[in-house]
């Protein structure tokens, strides 16, 4: 049995995703700027694909821009707001501490040229409040970027409360809602969001391909220059078939959300009951509102990269948070914004569900964990240490 529990750093394709893409490789590879028939049916395929895409998010196809996936379209959105805000002498943005990279880095290089940036703490239960991003709001602010649902904890913002503060006070809302695109059910329009970015791999649809949703009346900035495609706001010849498989992911994503959330929750609900009785371990973020696929745990007196790769050899691929840090040895900025200790942070298992893990599966990872984190206890000289009392336990 092989166990892929990193939904959260990509997933597998659907059949629909894939079957939905052939054609435009083999019989319509033409250029949708082509006037030529295989042109123009790629072209048509783009429009359907940009209608389905904007009726799973509430919003009109005019109002989305494909790009090559969710760091791309954080980006955009991003660098877009500070040009509009720049021109109105507004240089001051909001956001938060447990970001994507995508977003946090982006908001490093406008610091850079000039931008004020406030990142929001976030509270131990990995929620940011409404209340929170009004008293940061300021007569210069031009932008507020939320997350929809953190990558690493899955905890669930309150984004239609942000999104009302952000319209009462004239501020554009960005939020990157790459984790929850597919997962949850998002309405742009009654959740008061301005700019949205997602990407397709993150719910079944191929890697590289991604879109933003800008409501009507924001001018995007063009991050890529080039040809006129994507109404001049993102040059290069379309990945059809990448958009064509996102869409067809996101149709069949959203057409499910219910009951695949009901069942990947509730295997959720048994990883998390099953690893809470793991001495000295903690639970990562609020139960609820949660992803209905994270789990993810502190474990103390352990490291968590070797939890991973003993994992591995046990079938299971988890990962000890975000990919993108994995391979560095800082501890997450996720859960050290959380709070937790660098030590304790260390310690960490992030293990995201899919429609497609099952209940044996479940039983597997909760015979596994025990074990290897028990085994590496014994190992190491922290948890001695611990045991007679020569440390105190933090958890
Ligand atoms: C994966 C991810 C991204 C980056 O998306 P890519 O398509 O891989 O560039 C951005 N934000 C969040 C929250 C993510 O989980």
């Not at 079944?204 to 995007?220: D, E, V």
């Not at 498989?245 to 990947?264: L, P, V, W």
Request: aromatic share 4%; hydrophobic share 40%; charged share 25%.
């Amino acid at each position: 049995m092989k166990v892929y529990v990193d939904n959260a750093a990509t997933t597998k394709m659907s059949r629909t995703a894939i079957d939905a893409m052939l054609p435009y490789m083999e019989a319509l590879y033409g250029n949708p700027s082509s006037l030529y028939s295989i042109g123009q049916a790629a072209a048509e395929a783009l429009q359907r694909a940009r209608e389905t895409t904007a009726k799973c998010l509430g919003c009109e196809a005019r109002e989305i821009t494909f790009t090559s996936g969710g760091s791309e379209a954080d980006n955009q959105a991003i660098i877009s707001a500070a040009a509009l805000g720049e021109k109105k002498g507004k240089k001051h943005i909001i956001s938060t501490e447990f970001e994507h990279h995508a977003v946090l880095h982006t908001l490093n290089k406008l610091e850079k040229q000039g931008f004020e940036i406030t990142l929001l703490n976030v509270h131990e239960n990995g929620i940011v409040t409404k209340e929170q991003v009004a008293s940061a709001i300021r007569e210069d602010t031009c932008l507020v970027t939320v997350m929809y649902a953190n990558n690493e904890i899955g905890t669930i913002q309150p984004i239609a409360e942000i999104g009302a503060v952000c319209k009462e006070k004239c501020v554009l809302f960005h939020t990157d809602a790459v984790q929850a695109a597919g997962h949850l059910h998002i309405d742009v329009k009654k959740q008061n969001i301005d700019m949205l970015s997602l990407s397709a791999h993150k719910f079944h649809g191929p890697k590289g391909i991604g879109a933003l949703y800008a409501r009507k009346g924001i001018q995007l900035t063009n991050i890529i220059e080039g040809g006129a495609q994507e109404r001049g706001k993102r040059a290069g010849t379309e990945n059809v078939p990448a958009i064509m498989g996102m869409a067809a992911a996101f149709e069949e994503a959203c057409g499910y959300i219910d009951k695949n959330s009901a069942k990947i929750s509730a295997l959720r609900d048994k990883l998390i009951d099953g690893l809470s009785k793991i001495p000295h371990s903690i639970l990562n973020g609020a139960r609820e509102p949660r992803l209905p696929g994270n789990v993810n745990f502190c474990f103390e007196g352990i490291e968590g990269e070797s939890l991973l790769l003993l994992l591995d050899q046990k079938n299971v691929s988890a990962s000890s948070g975000s990919a993108c840090t994995s391979g560095s040895l800082d501890p997450s900025h996720v859960l050290l914004a959380i709070g937790r200790s660098h030590e304790i942070a260390h310690g960490s298992l992030r293990l995201s569900l899919s429609k497609w893990n099952t209940e044996e599966e479940a039983a597997h990872i909760l015979k596994a964990v025990p074990e290897v984190v028990a085994y590496l206890r014994n190992m190491s000289p922290v948890w001695r240490d611990l045991k007679e009392s020569k440390k105190k336990f933090i958890l």
